[in-house]
């Protein structure tokens, strides 16, 4: 009974601090992306709008990502145009990645019957929770690796 409950508020302290912590990006996301994590969204906006892969509309560009990539042409679509709406749904996206990072990072713990496998959530805040990775390929990447 009181491992349940210790484990009950794990995850609540973790679920808090998830929220605590995606709460600031949510409410201004252009202090937290890197300037060069923009290059995908005006890629992505300027392929939904049939410009191709471009970044100013006159010179073509493959300097990047291609499966992030694809993920923001489809989130500048269901933008309809908005820049802001892109924005946020990068946002959402790149959050819906951690988590399931975390999900299979806990799963495959759990396979391997690690032993103080909690510690390495240090090393994972660093690499996730960096400011200059908002809007880029990072989650991406990090996603392919574990599954």
């Not at 290059?39 to 709008?49: D, K, T, W």
């Not at 291609?66 to 990068?90: D, E, R």
Request: hydrophobic share 60%; charged share 10%; glycine share 4%.
């Amino acid at each position: 009974m009181k491992q349940v409950l210790l484990k009950n508020f794990f995850l609540f302290v973790l679920v808090l601090i998830g929220i605590l912590y995606l709460a600031p990006i949510f409410l201004k996301p252009a202090n937290f992306f890197a300037d060069d994590s923009y290059f995908y969204l005006q890629v992505a906006h300027n392929f939904v709008q049939g410009h191709g892969s471009t970044f100013n509309e006159i010179t073509k560009t493959n300097g990047y990502q291609p499966l992030w990539l694809i993920i923001c042409i489809f989130n500048a679509y269901l933008a309809l145009g908005s820049k802001t709406l892109l924005l946020y749904f990068s946002l959402i996206t790149q959050t819906l990645m951690f988590v399931l990072f975390v999900y299979f990072f806990f799963k495959i713990i759990r396979l391997l019957k690690v032993k103080n496998a909690l510690i390495s959530l240090a090393l994972l805040a660093v690499y996730f929770f960096s400011v200059g990775l908002w809007g880029s390929e990072a989650y991406i990447n990090a996603l392919m690796l574990i599954i």
